[in-house]
């Protein structure tokens, strides 16, 4: 069972829909992150989030906008969507001790139609 | 700038084989190296993290070297069974970051044929 949990679990979307991408973990992990996996590719770094404050952003594009509302959630706002955009996209936490693992949730597949 | 590389792409063994997936990383200074296995379409599940102090990680069938100074890990998959087919992705954490980031090497992908 993963420690990490993201909704939804899959999400389908149009071009001019707005929808939101959660993240919840209950580790007491003060650093979350989204990555963004295409097939047979390994995850790519859009955002991290160490102690509720955007400490990375990997130039996402701004239909992505991520938001920390407190230490244990993570959201994923998007917003005009390409249907490029289409990917696997991960959480992650990590509780910032250097020789620590990083956690991931298990994803939300989306698809830009 | 960092670079991971894994080595084979693509592996396909009958039940029972003794395997090893490669990994390599071209900046040594690194915190530590961390194996992970993702099945088709879900998340990453942690199999080991090596230090960079240290020279092997073991868990079950499964046991991670590192020589930091040549840049290589390998993970060693002992008596392999049809449910260790998955990727495997390796990753470094670099000492310059305070933020955990990981530089991920493109994967293998594993196949243990019945």
């Known amino acids: 069972d993963t420690e990490v949990t993201q909704t939804p679990k899959h999400l389908v979307m149009g071009m001019t829909n707005k929808k939101s991408l959660k993240c919840e973990q209950h580790m007491g992990h003060r650093a979350m992150y989204w990555y963004k996996q295409k097939a047979k590719k390994p995850p790519e770094l859009m955002f991290v989030?160490?102690?509720?404050?955007?400490?990375i952003n990997e130039s996402v594009p701004s239909r992505f906008s991520p938001e920390c509302p407190n230490s244990s959630l993570l959201n994923l706002h998007l917003h005009a969507l390409q249907p490029e955009d289409s990917a696997l996209y991960l959480c992650?936490?990590?509780?910032?001790?250097?020789?620590?693992?990083?956690?991931f949730g298990n994803g939300t597949r989306l698809t830009v139609t | 700038k960092q670079e991971v590389t894994q080595i084979p792409a693509a592996l396909s063994v009958p039940e029972g084989e003794n395997l090893v997936l490669n990994c390599s990383f071209t900046?040594?200074?690194?915190?530590?190296l961390q194996w992970f296995r993702q099945d088709p379409g879900k998340g990453l599940t942690s199999l080991l993290l090596?230090?960079?102090?240290?020279r092997e990680q073991t868990s079950g069938r499964l046991n991670a070297s590192l020589d930091k100074s040549s840049g290589r890990s390998t993970l060693y998959i002992a008596a392999s069974q049809p449910g260790d087919s998955a990727t495997y992705l390796c990753?470094?954490?670099?000492?310059?970051?305070?933020?955990?980031?990981?530089?991920f090497g493109q994967g293998t992908t594993l196949q243990v044929k019945p």
């Open positions: 990753a470094v954490r670099r000492r310059s970051s305070n933020t955990g980031k990981l530089i």
């Open positions: 900046d040594s200074a690194i915190y530590n």
């Open positions: 989030y160490s102690y509720e404050k955007l400490s």
């Open positions: 992650a936490s990590w509780d910032s001790m250097y020789n620590s693992p990083l956690h």
């Open positions: 090596i230090q960079s102090s240290q």
